[in-house]
């Protein structure tokens, strides 16, 4: 079958969607937010393809599996096995890094294990093991018809007089020792020794001139000396110079030992690779004083913060004599004691522990607190923490054996710090050079040749999707929801698997312009190699770009939900659709270009955190600034690590901020706001209405009513949060949860309240024939229409309206709102608050999961802020942002090590003048020919 067949798809908004999408093509759906592209893509498509595959597998298999419920649709034909990357459910695993994701780090650790060299790491010689027979011929390939000696060394550096020793080797017929570097004859004189002293003895098993009738007797003396030098002989020759050899992985010379070389020993996974210390982390938490106690204040005056509480007088009660009891003056502000008496504070008298055991630490009582029950306290002594590099491995997270391990002088940990680039230059080097490096090189080259046939595979696919700043041992926690979802496409292409249904969720994210082409050439690669790739995606070249296009509309919520177009992107060029309109120029995102001046800035002096190159910057405020650069370029680190943190500490908030050393004119910021696509909550509990408070103005209308008065209902009658109106049998969920065990978890609506989350009597209260419940099911611009007469409800609802979330429901859970739908949220918030001014607001990436009509309505509430006396500062790639904006810093002029730099500062006509911006040049590109 050449098509996927859609029939009848009704899932969320979905108006009975009938579709063919042609198989193993680039396939696009777009549309503005909300339409439907989601749920087709990924609630029918995947979800079916995924359950379909689950279905193959057996009850037992299937336990494991999350699986997803069956999507509303009446039939799907020619649907292949379904794999989804998008950017939710990315990996919080500190033990997760770049390489392990894209299983880069799973080949290297395999090559290290078949072609590395071990080397005692106190010595600095190679360590091999060596066979009988391996030696006996090394032997003859270096002397030649030589003299040479096979001995054992019996001491090394040892104290004492070793009378017993000589003498049992002596009964067994041995009659040379070289002792002390002097040769003694055992056999006729007696051997004296300092027993103070330090002394090295040496076995002298047999003299032998290498020459090819004594094969024979080189082999027994060769086995008789390791047999007496547990597996480790010396053979000298006549100049004095000796060599070692091993039949163990260990140090001839110091004893250093090692297990047979194996993948595990290079994994920091693993305990066998593990550092001890942090266990593989690369990091150990520490307790920082600073965060622990308020400096400024003296004990007495409760400069603990971890006791504060009226539960915890006892423990202070204690803290206050444990300090009297050592010296430590109580009235002092805490910053005034030396660092030897915070410790003792912190992890009390470690020397006198048993005589001092009834005060209980600090350290001990949140480790106490933690072990008794860790999941609530975790979060309550978190920030007393801070997390520092590993002394023992220095982040490294593996242990010294595995890091013993060199290949071409690099070990593992030292490959893994590399970008891509690098790794690839170090392979090229040693596959050219390899016979000039290595020893047994024939036999290397062979093991070797097909793993790094495919670390360069997947390197170079980290490059083509524009990932190339990225160091292989970096965490994953600490990239964004773009960044992880690009690493595991690269797996996926990495993987060749064929004929599947791959469905991704707007994979540009985080990509500069220059780096679009990139990733679409990818995208083709896996549909030309037998696979249909779906992609749901906002980004005008990804979808002039694409074989077939799905076009869903023709707005959002409950007036989309249809397929509006579909076919080639010649023909969504000639529709009458919004998307079309805006991709054949019908339609502007940005009409107006005026520019506001400003003579207000924020000036940051020695920023250097991460690849930031020690930059000194103007960043101006009273207007709408944009911080534009490629990916990696030390954007986010700016906005985040050094602006936000930086401005929270100097007002004096608990921050720990990048590296800077000093920032000027804070004082002309009231407060600064990180508007980041993090969920406005955490419950399915919350939702718009309660994050906004209209809710609020809603319940205390109802509470207004004549049937409410009557029946003496407050506003907190009408909420589903707390006990009085919800329904007590689900508590205000609206649903009961079943867990079927290998079958996905079951929800059902609550038999008591059907789903409505309140009680019957609280239900019979209505305004305008609409209960409480009803309202909340309302999508925000049927509320906004139907409290057309509240000025206080409507002016909020208009807000989110303006801002492009009409469709969201006014009781949609949280946990089902997109990241740049929970974004928008929070600036439709801050939008319905009184005028206050003198706000700095950070945005990273606000136009993630938007069309360009909703781009549009972005842009106009950025200007807004601005227009009531607020700044605006966002980190952005889309180009319409990027020109609307009155500023711009352009940030490079490449990623990682390449980055860091001011490329260019001025208003986006200025930044198209400089040369060297690659920003500037595609905004010339760009707006010239629009």
């Known amino acids: 079958m050449d098509y996927i067949r859609i029939r009848g798809a009704k899932e969320n908004n979905l108006k009975d969607v009938n579709l063919d999408i042609p198989r193993n093509k680039f396939v696009v759906f777009t549309g503005v937010s909300g339409s439907g592209k989601s749920s087709l893509a990924f609630d029918t498509l995947y979800a079916e393809g995924q359950r379909r595959y689950a279905e193959s597998l057996s009850v037992y298999a299937r336990q494991f599996l999350g699986q997803l419920k069956k999507p509303q649709v009446e039939s799907i034909e020619g649907l292949s096995p379904a794999v989804s990357i998008d950017q939710r459910g990315m990996t919080h695993n500190p033990r997760s890094t770049v390489g392990t994701l894209t299983e880069i780090y799973d080949y290297f650790r395999l090559l290290f294990a078949r072609i590395g060299v071990a080397y005692c790491p106190k010595c600095n010689i190679p360590i091999k093991a060596t066979s009988l027979d391996e030696i006996v011929s090394d032997l003859y390939k270096k002397y030649p018809n030589e003299l040479i000696m096979i001995t054992s060394v019996l001491i090394d550096g040892r104290k004492g007089e070793f009378k017993d020793l000589i003498n049992r080797y002596r009964k067994q017929g041995f009659f040379k020792m070289i002792i002390d570097s002097k040769t003694y004859d055992i056999s006729e004189e007696e051997v004296l020794l300092d027993k103070n002293k330090k002394h090295t003895i040496i076995l002298v098993i047999d003299e032998i001139t290498l020459s090819s009738d004594k094969t024979k007797r080189l082999s027994e003396a060769v086995r008789l000396a390791l047999e007496v030098g547990n597996g480790v002989i010396r053979v000298q020759r006549k100049d004095g110079q000796f060599d070692l050899y091993s039949e163990k992985l260990s140090c001839p010379k110091c004893g250093f030992s090692l297990v047979e070389l194996s993948p595990r020993l290079f994994s920091f996974n693993s305990p066998y690779g593990a550092c001890p210390a942090c266990n593989g982390l690369g990091f150990v938490e520490e307790l920082d004083p600073e965060k622990v106690f308020d400096m400024n204040l003296s004990l007495q005056e409760g400069a603990a913060r971890v006791f504060r509480g009226r539960y915890n007088q006892y423990y202070v009660y204690n803290l206050l004599s444990f300090a009297r009891s050592k010296g430590i003056s109580i009235s002092k502000p805490v910053k005034m004691l030396s660092s030897e008496e915070i410790n003792l504070l912190l992890f009390g008298d470690v020397s006198n522990i048993e005589k001092d055991n009834s005060f209980e630490s600090i350290a001990k009582y949140i480790e106490r607190k933690r072990s008794e029950s860790f999941n609530e306290s975790w979060d309550e002594f978190k920030d007393f923490f801070i997390m520092r590099t590993c002394s023992l491995c220095n982040g490294t997270r593996l242990r010294k054996e595995a890091l013993s391990v060199y290949i071409n002088k690099m070990n593992i940990a030292d490959l893994l710090k590399l970008v891509p680039e690098k790794i690839l230059a170090f392979i090229e080097d040693y596959e050219k050079n390899i016979y000039e490096y290595e020893t047994h090189a024939r036999e290397k080259e062979e093991i070797s040749r097909p793993i790094f046939k495919e670390i360069k595979k997947r390197l170079r696919y980290l490059l083509d999707l524009g990932l190339d700043y990225l160091t292989l041992d970096r965490a994953t926690m600490t990239l964004s929801g773009g960044e992880v979802q690009r690493l595991r496409l690269a797996t996926q292409i990495g993987s060749g698997l064929v004929g599947v249904l791959y469905v991704l969720d707007e994979p540009s994210i985080g990509l500069h312009p220059r780096d679009i082409s990139r990733l679409v050439d990818s995208l083709r690669e896996l549909s030309l190699i037998g696979n249909t790739v779906i992609v749901v995606e906002h980004d005008r070249e990804t979808i002039e770009a694409a074989d077939f296009v799905v076009d869903m509309g023709p707005y959002a919520g409950e007036r989309g939900g249809k397929v509006v177009y579909s076919g080639d992107i010649k023909g969504l060029y000639e529709s009458d659709t919004l998307t079309g309109k805006y991709l054949s120029g019908k339609l502007r995102i940005v009409e107006n270009t005026f520019r506001r001046k400003t003579d207000s800035f924020l000036r940051v002096f020695g920023a250097s955190q991460f690849n930031l190159k020690n930059i000194d910057i103007n960043l101006p405020l009273k207007i709408f600034c944009t911080i534009t650069g490629v990916s990696g370029s030390g954007k986010s680190t700016l906005l985040y690590e050094i602006l936000y943190k930086g401005i929270k500490k100097e007002k004096g908030f608990r921050e720990m901020p990048g590296q800077y050393e000093s920032i000027e004119g804070v004082e002309k910021i009231d407060r600064v706001l990180l508007m980041d696509q993090s969920p406005i909550g955490r419950t399915p509990r919350s939702n718009p209405a309660t994050y906004t408070g209209v809710l609020d103005d809603i319940r205390s209308l109802f509470a ?227």
């Open 704 to 930: 207004q009513l004549p049937e409410s008065k009557r029946l003496g209902f407050k506003p907190g009658h009408f909420s589903f949060n707390v006990k009085g109106g919800r329904c007590e049998a689900c508590r205000g969920e609206g649903f009961k949860k079943i867990q079927m065990l290998f079958l996905p978890d079951v929800y059902v609506p609550c038999d008591v309240c059907n789903g409505t989350r309140y009680q019957k009597d609280t239900l019979k209260v209505e305004f305008k024939g609409k209960n409480i419940s009803e309202i909340l099911n309302m999508s925000v611009d049927e509320a906004r229409e139907f409290f057309s007469s509240h000025p206080a409800i409507s002016r909020k609802l208009s807000v989110l309206s303006d801002i492009g979330l009409g469709y969201i429901r006014l009781g949609q859970s949280a946990t089902t709102l997109s990241g740049g739908e929970s974004q928008r949220l929070k600036l439709a918030y801050e939008l319905t608050k009184k005028f206050r001014g003198h706000t700095l607001y950070l945005l990273d990436e606000p136009t993630t999961g938007l069309h360009f009509d909703d781009i549009k309505k972005l842009i106009n509430v950025l200007h807004r802020l601005v227009d009531r006396g607020d700044s605006v500062i966002v980190v952005e790639h889309n180009l319409d942002v990027v020109y609307a904006s009155d500023m711009v810093i352009d940030l490079g002029p490449e990623g990682g090590d390449k980055g860091g730099k001011i490329v260019a500062f001025g208003t986006p006509e200025e930044i198209m003048e400089v040369n060297n911006s690659f920003t500037g040049k595609y905004l010339k590109e760009w707006f010239g020919r629009s």
